[in-house]
């Protein structure tokens, strides 16, 4: 009989999982400066963790071909997810930037959001995810 038990408990688990919803964040990014290099695109869904190299959610390494560029992260939960990419023209693997930490190749946030004089938020940059989406993001020269 327990083992009836454990078997019915296993499959509703594995039925539960299987109806688990996911969906799509595509990013289509223009205004790509060239063709040097790669663009390293971070995704996240902590606020802690945002802007943070080793604590990316997902993450893709794209080499560009041409002023736009497309990329669709797939199979995630419902959630809040931001984006922060750069294109590494030199391949250091690391954002440059000048004396004063002005970066100088280019850079771009989720829902275009321009920085100032520091990093944005997570939140500033954030969208909830609970169907498929798109992010039109413009690299910052």
Request: charged share 25%; aromatic share 14%.
């Amino acid at each position: 009989m327990k083992t009836v038990a454990n078997l019915l408990f296993i499959l509703c688990a594995f039925m539960l999982h299987a109806q688990k919803e996911s969906f799509s964040l595509t990013v289509k990014l223009s205004h790509v400066k060239s063709s040097k290099g790669e663009i390293r695109m971070a995704l996240y869904n902590h606020t802690e963790k945002f802007t943070k190299v080793d604590k990316t959610y997902r993450y893709a390494c794209l080499k560009p071909t041409g002023e736009e560029l497309v990329y669709e992260f797939k199979d995630l939960e419902k959630g809040n997810y931001a984006i922060c990419l750069f294109q590494d023209e030199n391949g250091n693997k690391k954002l440059d930037t000048n004396y004063l930490g002005i970066p100088t190749e280019s850079y771009a946030f989720s829902n275009n959001i321009r920085p100032r004089f520091s990093a944005p938020t997570f939140e500033e940059c954030s969208t909830y995810l609970d169907k498929n989406k798109v992010f039109l993001i413009k690299m910052i020269y």
